[in-house]
């Protein structure tokens, strides 16, 4: 079994700075890759970064592309998600999520382990 806890969230103003984190526990050997999601009220959940552990590789959306970083940490099992450059428009709950299967990161449907989320909000 897999627990994915996220932190880091909070209310900023636009321009600022804020690094998310998700610790994972159990069998997290077997993952293949994380990812940050996000999702607004109303709206349907929207990829925003992910890593994959071999090949190393990351990806991010068009949206935070040079604004927003994932990394992880092996020793501490920890995936980051350095955020900068705030807009009103990255106000949203931000999920972790992790999978043991390869294919399309950027989908949703790949990933088989959530964690309950942390809220963001970009004051203008």
């Known amino acids: 079994q897999v627990q994915l806890v996220e932190s880091g969230g909070g209310l900023v103003q636009a321009g600022d700075s804020l690094r998310l984190s998700c610790a994972a526990s159990?069998?997290?050997?077997?993952?293949?890759?994380m990812a940050w999601f996000r999702q607004s009220p109303g709206e349907e959940r929207e990829f925003v970064a992910s890593?994959?552990?071999?090949?190393?590789?990351?990806d991010y959306a068009d949206s935070v592309k040079g604004r927003f970083t994932i990394s992880r940490d092996n020793a501490k099992n920890t995936v980051y998600l350095q955020m900068n450059s705030l807009k009103p428009e990255d106000t949203a709950l931000y999920y972790c999520?992790?999978?043991?299967?390869?294919?399309?990161?950027?989908?949703?449907?790949?990933?088989?382990?959530w964690g309950p989320g942390t809220q963001v909000t970009v004051s203008s």
């Open positions: 999520a992790a999978t043991m299967a390869a294919g399309d990161y950027r989908n949703y449907h790949i990933y088989s382990d």
């Open positions: 159990g069998r997290t050997s077997r993952f293949f890759a």
């Open positions: 890593v994959v552990w071999s090949p190393s590789n990351t």
